[in-house]
């Protein structure tokens, strides 16, 4: 089991939110993608850290630094879950 801290971009207070929404380790953060573990975790996040948490869990699901996801494809991302 791979702790969630192992991940690019998620460090211990990133790690306790999505541990207390249910998403336990790595494997389950990859199993539910970024846009599913984000809707868990949405209603304890800072208005102003929205987008950049969003990024971090996709960045961490790939195993890199969120600013590494092209500016398309966060925008991308940003439009499925905010609209």
Do not use: Y
Request: aromatic share 4%; proline share 4%.
């Amino acid at each position: 089991m791979e702790s969630l801290e192992k991940l690019p971009n998620i460090g211990s207070i990133l790690a306790d939110r999505l541990r207390d929404a249910g998403v336990s380790d790595a494997a389950e953060l990859r199993r539910l993608g970024a846009e599913a573990a984000f809707a868990k975790i949405r209603d304890d996040l800072p208005e102003d850290a929205c987008s950049h948490t969003l990024f971090a869990l996709e960045g961490a699901i790939r195993g890199t630094r969120w600013t590494s996801i092209p500016q398309e494809e966060r925008a991308s991302l940003a439009s499925r879950v905010f609209g």
